[in-house]
């Protein structure tokens, strides 16, 4: 494998930029026919969406108590919604609408160390959605149906951050027939609702552009990732945090040559991506970790290790063809499984990354850019249409109960 890890550092080449604004190089390749096309689609004029005059209350004073909110991994609720008051596809009439936008801040609520609490996000969901419900007929005729959420915490519209409570809690019920925009995606898990369209996280475009090296510079370093292992406070075992997966890389591959691995983040951080052919992503449960970005930012193929995982943009991004996919048992195996991949294989992967489409999808530029993040969020929605007539309620018709779910989602926010 030494051997092989040197023939690999030699070979595989290339940072190949971001994409966004840059000239597609000679050592690119797009998927023609399938995701290649899809990527981009231009959603101007597919789709109408009305956007709701809400109190400042809900989104910008919440802001301007703690700016911190405009860089964490959840700010794309802020940065959707500053990219619809200006998108072309913004109607000022509710009756052509296609899709009504409701600019709520669910997670701009941090503690002293930056973390968000949902605690109150869902009082404040239900307070926002009275609201609408009050003052536009837009929201009793659907029920939501014709609606869509930002909702970008761990958990999404559960509102925690702790796996075995947001299952207890569920989605939000007053959400039940709206469409979701949220980072977290797993199959088959209680707050994953049918329909959603699974996003990225955020992470600052002008920070990762200022940290490019030169697009020829070989990848010398075999596997990469930096971050935690083990959650201290909560987990020290390892057995709940990224369910194990981070536990079992550092238990199996701490004293390996070929992985570059460690709990330090060094000020090279995006440098050494660009020097790594393989970038790990032991997510866990879910896709919001910037690592999955930031390794298709930089060309660095991402192992994904997420059992049942719904990526972002999965019907637009091609993920297994630019990535490389480890079942949570399989760790323990990671050197052997990495090194068999033939080396035609991996040089693909990394002519496909090297699409600048594919990495302008993962981001969310301000100000926007063709085929961004935001572009892929309405063509989301735009394949959604037209609603079917079941979205339309009966006249008297009734489905959502305005009382279901915790007591104390019920109090006055």
């Known amino acids: 494998m030494r051997t092989l890890w040197w023939v690999l550092g030699v070979v595989l080449v290339g940072g190949f930029g971001l994409g966004y604004g840059a ?8 998927i023609s026919g399938s995701a290649g096309d899809v990527l981009e689609d231009d959603p101007v004029g597919r789709l109408k969406v009305f956007i709701y005059e809400l109190p400042s209350k809900y989104n910008k004073k919440i802001l301007q108590k703690d700016p911190r909110c405009l860089n964490h991994m959840f700010a794309a609720e802020i940065f959707m919604h500053r990219f619809l008051l200006s998108s072309p596809v913004r109607t000022l009439n509710p009756e052509e609408a296609d899709w009504f936008y409701t600019p709520i801040y669910t997670t701009c609520d941090l503690t002293p160390n930056g973390l968000p609490l949902p605690f109150k996000s869902p009082r404040m969901m239900r307070s ?19 609606h869509f959420f930002v909702v970008p915490h761990d958990f999404g ?6 796996e075995e409570k947001a299952i207890e809690r569920g989605i939000l019920p007053l959400l039940q027939r709206a469409t979701l925009v949220q980072t977290f995606g797993q199959r088959n898990h209680v707050c994953l609702k049918d329909g959603s369209i699974t996003i990225p996280p955020y992470a600052p475009p002008q920070k990762m552009q200022a940290h490019l090296i030169a697009q020829d510079t070989p ?6 990732f930096r971050g935690l292992f083990y959650d201290v406070n909560n987990d020290p075992e390892g057995g709940y945090y990224a369910r194990g997966a981070r536990a079992a890389v550092w238990e199996n591959f701490k004293d390996n040559p070929l992985f570059d691995i460690s709990t330090d983040h060094p000020t090279t951080y995006y440098e050494d991506m660009q020097r790594a ?4 992503c032991p997510l866990g449960w879910a896709p919001w970790s910037p690592r999955l970005v930031e390794a298709v930012v930089f060309g660095c193929i991402p192992v994904i290790i997420a059992d049942d995982i719904v990526l972002p943009f999965a019907d637009a991004i091609p993920w297994e063809e630019i990535g490389v996919y480890v079942a949570e048992a399989d760790v323990p195996n990671l050197d ?10 991996i040089l693909r992967k990394q002519r496909l990354l090297a699409n600048p489409s594919m990495k302008q999808a993962m981001l969310f530029p301000q100000p926007a850019q063709s085929g961004d993040a935001f572009h892929q969020i309405l063509n989301g929605l735009a394949r959604k249409l037209p609603h079917d007539n079941s979205v339309f309620l ?17 109090k006055p926010w």
Do not use: M
Request: glycine share 6%; with cysteine.
């Open 128 to 146: 926002a959605i009275q609201l609408i419900a009050s003052n536009w007929p837009y929201w009793n005729r659907t029920e939501g149906a014709d």
């Open 336 to 345: 052997t499984i990495l090194t068999s991949i033939p080396i035609d294989v």
């Open 157 to 162: 519209a559960c509102f925690h951050y702790q």
């Open 23 to 30: 000239e597609k190089s000679l050592h690119t390749e797009r």
């Open 219 to 224: 990848r010398s370093i075999f596997v990469y």
């Open 394 to 410: 009966k006249p008297g018709e009734k489905i959502l109960n305005w009382t279901a779910g915790p007591v104390g989602d019920l």
């Open 277 to 280: 052919i393989f970038c790990l």
